[in-house]
């Protein structure tokens, strides 16, 4: 079915079906979806390259990628925060466009998908403290959602983000109350504004009850399995061992867990760990009792929301920009249990 077929059976002229499916504001709520009902309703998928022409737009969806942060893209989170937020970009019929670049070259590159009109906005990876992408990308007129926050930004900015320090206070506090006291933290790189919101809610938790953050017990590095096990074997070689872990991601947790066994010690009984982002769709997190207790939050989601988030932003450009605080669940799996009684 072409869209000349489609506005027939509607009995509206083929200019208004086309707005209407471009979302222009000037059709009225009502008319849009009936005609976005149609189109699903006979399958139909207008033709991109008309949708260019007409409408001067590239129907396409740019994620730069800088080399230093390699590690993302073969990250199973990554991957999840693509998957979802590629379902949002094919069932409006946009493409997306993956670039990866030499670090000093990441600011040339939003400025060439401006310039040449690649892409109609961009979704930005892994924020900084006071990270620069967001004003270079408010002077060149990019549409642009940020997955995660910047501290330190005064620019309004649209933003997709789990709620890091409350998940990291909330694991915390569970272990605290598992009579563990000396609680590691295996997290991210700090200069990373995820990893830092994690350790505040670590270090918020512990000083709430009196326990002063002991910085023997916090190790800060790439999310790898090889950098969670150097990080216990460390650790564990102390005279005062964790009886716990916080660890800012599977894998990590994966190799805190190596670590463990070398030592002969058992999880969840003679030392436990707590995990964050563990709904992955691709790496599960055992199968009907979870081996991690796990701070979760569904990565996939997030992708959907921001994808959605930033075609909004695109169709409705003078909107304020909208924000979304997800928060994560605790779940008990087999990897958490009393700390150890003294000997």
Do not use: C
């Amino acid at each position: 079915m072409n869209l000349k077929e489609l506005a027939t059976k509607l009995g509206l002229s083929p200019t208004t079906v086309s707005r209407a499916l471009n979302d222009y504001p000037e059709v009225n709520e009502v008319t849009r979806q009936r005609v976005k009902a149609a189109a699903k309703r006979h399958n139909y998928h207008p033709n991109a390259r008309a949708i260019r022409l007409a409408t001067g737009r590239a129907m396409a969806i740019g994620h730069v990628i800088p080399l230093a942060t390699r590690h993302e893209i073969v990250n199973p989170v990554f991957a999840d925060f693509i998957a979802g937020a590629g379902e949002v970009y094919s069932r409006n019929d946009h493409d997306m466009v993956l670039s990866v670049v030499p670090d000093d070259e990441e600011d040339a590159a939003y400025r060439a998908l401006r310039s040449k009109g690649n892409v109609d906005g961009v979704i930005v990876h892994g924020p900084r403290m006071e990270d620069h992408r967001i004003a270079l990308l408010h002077e060149i007129g990019l549409p642009f959602v940020v997955h995660g926050r910047a501290s330190g930004v005064t620019l309004p900015y649209p933003w997709v983000d789990v709620n890091n320090r409350r998940a990291f206070h909330r694991a915390t506090d569970f272990l605290l109350d598992l009579g563990h006291r000396r609680i590691a933290l295996v997290n991210g790189l700090e200069f990373m504004d995820f990893a830092m919101r994690r350790r505040g809610g670590y270090v918020e938790a512990l000083t709430a009850r009196g326990l002063p953050p002991d910085p023997a017990l916090m190790d800060s590095n790439e999310m790898t399995e090889v950098s969670g096990y150097r990080a216990a074997k460390r650790m564990l070689a102390s005279p005062t061992p964790p009886t716990a872990f916080l660890a800012s991601s599977m894998i990590s947790g994966m190799g805190i867990r190596r670590a463990l066994e070398e030592h002969g010690l058992k999880l969840g009984r003679d030392i436990s760990i707590i995990i964050h982002d563990d709904d992955l769709s691709y790496m599960k997190n055992g199968e009907d009792v979870p081996i991690f207790t796990a701070t979760r939050s569904s990565v996939r989601e997030a992708g959907r929301i921001a994808a959605d988030m930033l075609l909004g932003l695109i169709a409705h450009p003078q909107e304020v920009p909208p924000t979304r605080l997800l928060e994560a669940d605790l779940v008990i799996g087999q990897s958490t249990g009393p700390a150890p009684l003294a000997v």
